[in-house]
C-alpha cells in the first residue's frame, strides 16, 4: 500500500501537535505542514488524500473581531479551494461555541459561518466538520489565558494559590474532553460521510465538580476564590455533544485528567 498524504494546518497548535504526534506513529502517512498565512492562495502541487485544517485564531475573546473573521473564514475558503484543486478529503476544526448565544462572539459566529459553508460544499467534494466540545491535554500551555480551566488551575495550584473561578457559574455544565480523544475523532472522520458532528464524552460536568477533580488528582483542597464573570450571557448554561456519528471517547473526565497531570506537564 502506498503512501497516505496528509496536509495539516496548525501543526504546531495545541491539538495539532498531538495530532501529529499520533499521525507520525504511522509510517505509511507522509505529513506535510503548512508553511506561512493560511488566508493566502497556496499552491501545491499534490494530490493529498486528507487535508485537516486546525488552524484559526481560537481564542473566544479575541480582541480583534475583524481579524478573527478574516482568519478563520477565509483560510477556510482557502482550504476548501486547495482540497478541490487536490481532490482530497477536508477534515476542519469547528466549535461547540455556537452552541451559545453565538452572536455575540466573533469566535463562534465565524465558526457558525464555516459550518454553512461546508454544507453548501457536501455534494461537490468530501468534507467533515468537527464541532470540538471543551478540549484539555498536553501542549495545552501554549494556549496562555485562553487554555482550559483544567489547566489553568493545576498551575494555579501547582505555584500554591487557590483556585479562581467564577461565582456565577459554580455549577454551568460543560462536555470536556480529552485530547487524545480529539485525535481519535480526527482520525475516525477520514472514513466518515459528508457532515458536521460534535466531539464531546456526551455528558456535562458542572465546574465546580470540575475543580473538585482536578484538586483531587493534584492532592490539594484549598478553597477557591470566587469571582465576576464578565462574559455572562454569551454561552449556555449546559451544553454536551450529541454523539450520533459512531464516534465515543476511550477517556472519561476524571480519566483523562489523571492521565493527563500523571504524564505530562501543564505548564
Given at each position: 500500500?502506498?503512501?497516505?498524504?496528509?496536509?495539516?494546518?496548525?501543526?504546531?497548535?495545541?491539538?495539532?501537535?498531538?495530532l501529529?504526534?499520533?499521525?507520525?506513529?504511522?509510517?505509511?502517512?507522509?505529513?506535510v505542514?503548512?508553511k506561512?498565512?493560511?488566508?493566502?492562495?497556496?499552491?501545491i502541487?499534490?494530490?493529498?488524500?486528507?487535508?485537516?485544517?486546525?488552524?484559526?485564531?481560537?481564542?473566544?475573546?479575541f480582541p480583534?473581531?475583524v481579524?478573527?473573521y478574516?482568519?478563520?473564514?477565509?483560510?477556510?475558503?482557502?482550504?476548501?479551494?486547495?482540497?478541490?484543486?487536490?481532490?482530497?478529503?477536508?477534515?476542519?476544526?469547528s466549535?461547540?461555541a455556537?452552541?451559545g448565544?453565538?452572536?455575540?462572539?466573533?469566535?463562534?459566529?465565524?465558526?457558525?459561518?464555516?459550518d454553512?459553508?461546508?454544507?453548501?460544499f457536501f455534494?461537490?467534494?468530501?468534507i467533515?466538520?468537527?464541532?470540538l466540545?471543551n478540549?484539555?491535554?498536553?501542549?495545552?500551555a501554549?494556549?496562555?489565558?485562553?487554555?482550559?480551566m483544567?489547566t489553568?488551575?493545576?498551575?494555579?495550584?501547582?505555584?500554591?494559590?487557590?483556585?479562581?473561578?467564577?461565582?456565577?457559574?459554580l455549577?454551568?455544565k460543560?462536555?470536556?474532553?480529552?485530547?487524545?480523544?480529539?485525535?481519535?475523532?480526527?482520525?475516525?472522520?477520514i472514513?466518515?460521510?459528508?457532515?458536521?458532528?460534535?466531539v464531546?464524552?456526551?455528558?456535562s460536568t458542572a465546574?465546580?465538580k470540575?475543580?473538585?477533580?482536578?484538586?483531587?488528582?493534584?492532592?490539594?483542597?484549598?478553597?477557591?476564590i470566587?469571582?465576576?464573570?464578565?462574559?455572562?450571557g454569551?454561552?449556555?448554561?449546559?451544553?454536551?455533544?450529541?454523539l450520533?456519528?459512531?464516534?465515543?471517547?476511550?477517556?472519561?473526565?476524571?480519566?483523562?485528567?489523571?492521565?493527563?497531570?500523571?504524564?505530562?506537564?501543564?505548564?
Open positions: 500500500m502506498g503512501k497516505i498524504k496528509i496536509f495539516i494546518t496548525g501543526a504546531s497548535g495545541f491539538i495539532g501537535q498531538n501529529v504526534k499520533e499521525l507520525s506513529k504511522d509510517e505509511k502517512n507522509e505529513l505542514f503548512l506561512g498565512d493560511v488566508c493566502q492562495e497556496i499552491k502541487k499534490n494530490d493529498f488524500d486528507i487535508i485537516y485544517h486546525l488552524a484559526a485564531i481560537s481564542d473566544t475573546r480583534d473581531d481579524e478573527t478574516r482568519v478563520n473564514i477565509l483560510g477556510f475558503l482557502m482550504m476548501i479551494k486547495l482540497a478541490l484543486s487536490c481532490k482530497s478529503k477536508l477534515i476542519y476544526a466549535s461547540s455556537q452552541y448565544n453565538y452572536r455575540k462572539t466573533a469566535y463562534a459566529n465565524s465558526k457558525m459561518i464555516m454553512d459553508i461546508a454544507k453548501f455534494d461537490k467534494m468530501p467533515v466538520g468537527l464541532r466540545f478540549t484539555f491535554g498536553p501542549n495545552e501554549q494556549k496562555g489565558k485562553s487554555a482550559s483544567i489553568q488551575w493545576a498551575n494555579q495550584l501547582k505555584a500554591g494559590k487557590r483556585p479562581k473561578i467564577f461565582q456565577e457559574e455549577f454551568t460543560r462536555d470536556h474532553i480529552y485530547v487524545k480523544d480529539v485525535v481519535k475523532a480526527l482520525k475516525m472522520a472514513r466518515v460521510k459528508n457532515g458536521i458532528y460534535d464531546g464524552t456526551g455528558k465546574f465546580l470540575v475543580l473538585n477533580q482536578v484538586q483531587k488528582c493534584l492532592g490539594t483542597s484549598r478553597k477557591p470566587y469571582i465576576h464573570n464578565p462574559y455572562l454569551t454561552f449556555q448554561r449546559d451544553t454536551k455533544a450529541e450520533n456519528w459512531g464516534f465515543r471517547p476511550d477517556y472519561t473526565l476524571e480519566e483523562g485528567i489523571k492521565d493527563y497531570f500523571e504524564n505530562y506537564e501543564t505548564s
